[in-house]
T-cell receptor, first 115, second 116 residues
Framework: GAGVSQSPRYKVAKRGQDVALRCDPISGHVSLFWYQQALGQGPEFLTYFQNEAQLDKSGLPSDRFFAERPEGSVSTLKIQRTQQEDSAVYLC?????????????FGEGSWLTVV | AQSVAQPEDQVNVAEGNPLTVKCTYSVSGNPYLFWYVQYPNRGLQFLLKYITGDNLVKGSYGFEAEFNKSQTSFHLKKPSALVSDSALYFCAVRDLIRNQGGKLIFGQGTELSVKP
């Protein structure tokens, strides 16, 4: 597609439920990022993939958070046993080959509410 | 560690007046700086970036930003604000630690409100 596509756009989960958020990056983009944005805050880095390799997962807040990109294209962010503090917008972003000057393009986000 | 600061939570401007949204940065080495805009219930849209070269960078929707190395600033500007410019604006710096993809580090955001 023309841009980064994320689904679902909106998700309401009961506390303790597992959720999976999908990201379809711009075709051909090697780099893929996940960010978490709490209400009224700037996005916070979660994890980074170069093709299928997860090179940085330093931002994942707990072992309940897991991300994968098995074929180097679509990525899934999974949150197990959701808690209320997981309520946030989850943004996926992609960019071409890892050159520092490249622009990083964001999707519309997946809005997660844990009740 | 790389970081950016946006000292103003909110900026109010009258339509037609010039606007400035402030950003200062702290980096080791040369900074790669970006501005993004976020409309309500939307993702981030890229506005402009400074990588190297001319200190005045022009971007989308008539926005521009001036890189000032001595003041470590990268303020976003527009000569004449529109009501439709009302949104949340984020400054970001690229973290260039090797093999970590150059993730963006964001400021806390500035809410711009343009009144008719």
């Amino acid at each position: 597609g023309a841009g980064v596509s994320q689904s679902p756009r909106y998700k309401v989960a009961k506390r303790g439920q597992d959720v999976a958020l999908r990201c379809d990056p711009i075709s051909g983009h090697v780099s893929l990022f996940w960010y978490q944005q709490a209400l009224g805050q700037g996005p916070e880095f979660l994890t980074y993939f170069q093709n299928e390799a997860q090179l940085d997962k330093s931002g994942l807040p707990s072992d309940r958070f897991f991300a994968e990109r098995p074929e180097g294209s679509v990525s899934t962010l999974k949150i197990q046993r959701t808690q209320q503090e997981d309520s946030a917008v989850y943004l996926c972003a992609s960019s071409p080959w890892t050159v520092s000057g490249n622009t990083i393009y964001f999707g519309e986000g997946s809005w997660l509410t844990v009740v | 560690a790389q970081s950016v600061a946006q000292p103003e939570d909110q900026v109010n401007v009258a339509e037609g007046n010039p606007l400035t949204v402030k950003c200062t940065y702290s980096v080791s080495g040369n900074p790669y700086l970006f501005w993004y805009v976020q409309y309500p219930n939307r993702g981030l849209q890229f506005l402009l970036k400074y990588i190297t070269g001319d200190n005045l960078v022009k971007g989308s929707y008539g926005f521009e930003a001036e890189f000032n190395k001595s003041q470590t600033s990268f303020h976003l500007k527009k000569p004449s604000a529109l009501v439709s410019d009302s949104a949340l604006y984020f400054c970001a710096v690229r973290d260039l630690i090797r093999n970590q993809g150059g993730k963006l580090i964001f400021g806390q955001g500035t809410e711009l409100s343009v009144k008719p």
